[in-house]
């Protein structure tokens, strides 16, 4: 079963950082952009960033100049580097790749408090 796996989430201080892990299933990197979103309580879920498959990059408007986001297609891994944390960006976080049929994974719990 294809399937996207988060982690790398917890409790961290404003201020604080976190990185993220998203295990890609295999081969998906070479032709897909990959996206993290979140989901905070009662909210919808919106996206946080992409990458291409040529390293193109988006993000956010909120998050810009605090998260950057990665790519390890050797370890068909994508990574997102969350710096300066603020409660705001507390929320479920997950991956997928952009215009996917692959149903959302459990995600990672990213909490930011003090």
């Known amino acids: 079963q294809v399937q996207f796996v988060e982690s790398g989430g917890g409790l961290v201080k404003p201020g604080g950082s976190l990185r993220l892990s998203c295990a890609v299933p295999e081969d998906i990197l070479s032709f897909a952009a990959i996206a993290w979103a979140r989901q905070s309580a009662g909210k919808q879920r919106e996206f946080v960033a992409h990458i291409t498959p040529g390293n193109g990059t988006d993000y956010l408007d909120s998050v810009k100049g605090r998260f950057i986001i990665s790519r390890a297609p050797a370890k068909n891994m994508v990574y997102l580097q969350m710096n300066n944390l603020k409660p705001e960006d507390t929320a479920v976080y997950y991956c997928?790749?952009?215009?996917?049929?692959?149903?959302w994974g459990r995600g990672t719990q990213v909490t930011v408090s003090s």
């Open positions: 997928n790749a952009l215009g996917s049929s692959v149903p």
